[in-house]
């Protein structure tokens, strides 16, 4: 598979046939006036670019080896060195803000902005909105773009970077309504995480299989680790991390209470390569090393 690198907004026109760019590091498209004429069948594009893209898809858009079809209104994000294979014969509206990192990264309250989770979100779980709630976000993406059309000033990047955060305050609203919206389908994912985090545990030993991460789970579920990981935090009031670490100590107690092993026997049979680094992340968790624990009961 031939995969296109864009490294900045310059290129990233010219890849879409578009205008000259008013800003060198951010810009406001128009999805329906890209030219996907001249793209060749089977090429994909890594884009060294956030993005933050409200779409109306009439055919297929493939994200990595799965296709999506968006037929309705949906935003998307996307963080930097993702691979996209946008199809030949789609039809797309919309619009679409591309913002390179060091746009970011020249002040702290850029550098906030990309820590959003959804930057991380997979494409099947785009942000679907309704026509009030891609009113409110045109809105800002039109200050945006008025910002970028105008004669640079010392204001400039503040006011953009502002219209950013709004979008993005606003996008946290409504995946909280998502959330909520799609609560059997949500409740299913947290019980069926649960399941699997106790089968998981539920091991005498966790030497050939190992300690599980977040990512050991959100693969399984079909799920990006972020949004496990918000979804969880959503319903729970913990994330991803944290059951893993609640489980993982309640475990320990209880080989702790119920065994003669040693401190390192117990480590190596939770997953862990270094007792040390066990007896670490059950103080964190406890307030007592192993040993206290066992000690005092």
């Known amino acids: ?83 996209l294979s946008p199809g030949l014969e789609n039809k797309v509206q919309g619009w679409g803000i591309y913002i390179h990192p060091d746009f970011f990264h020249a002040s702290s309250k850029g550098n906030k902005l990309t820590e959003y989770s959804f930057f991380g979100y997979d494409m099947h779980e785009a942000l679907h909105i309704s026509d009030v709630e891609k009113k409110v976000l045109e809105e800002c993406a039109r200050n945006i773009q008025r910002e970028v059309s105008l004669n640079l000033d010392s204001h400039s990047y503040n006011l953009i970077l502002t219209n950013l955060e709004l979008i993005l305050s606003y996008c946290l609203r409504f995946y909280d309504r998502q959330f909520l919206t799609r609560i059997k389908a949500s409740n299913d994912v947290v019980e069926r995480f649960e399941r699997m985090l106790n089968d998981h545990f539920a091991q005498p030993s966790l030497i050939e299989s190992g300690l599980p991460d977040v990512a050991f789970f959100s693969s399984r579920l079909n799920l990006s680790s972020n949004y496990l990981s918000d979804l969880l935090t959503k319903y729970t009031g913990k994330s991803t991390y944290e059951h893993i670490q609640l489980k993982l100590v309640d475990k320990a107690k209880s080989m702790l209470w119920s065994t003669e092993s040693s401190i390192s026997e117990i480590a190596y049979d939770l997953g862990f390569e270094h007792p040390s680094h066990f007896t670490k992340v059950f103080k964190s968790k406890t307030g007592i090393s192993p040993r206290d624990f066992r000690n005092q009961n």
């Open 1 to 83: 598979m031939e995969i296109v690198a864009i490294e900045s907004i310059s290129e990233l026109h010219h890849f879409f046939h578009y205008d000259k760019p008013l800003h060198p590091l951010i810009s406001v498209v128009d999805l329906a006036k890209v030219d996907r004429s001249q793209r060749k069948p089977g090429v994909s594009y890594r884009l060294n670019l956030y993005s933050i893209a409200c779409k109306e898809i009439q055919g297929e858009f493939k994200y990595g080896r799965t296709s999506y079809d968006f037929s309705e209104g949906t935003l998307m994000f996307t963080a930097p060195n993702q691979i």
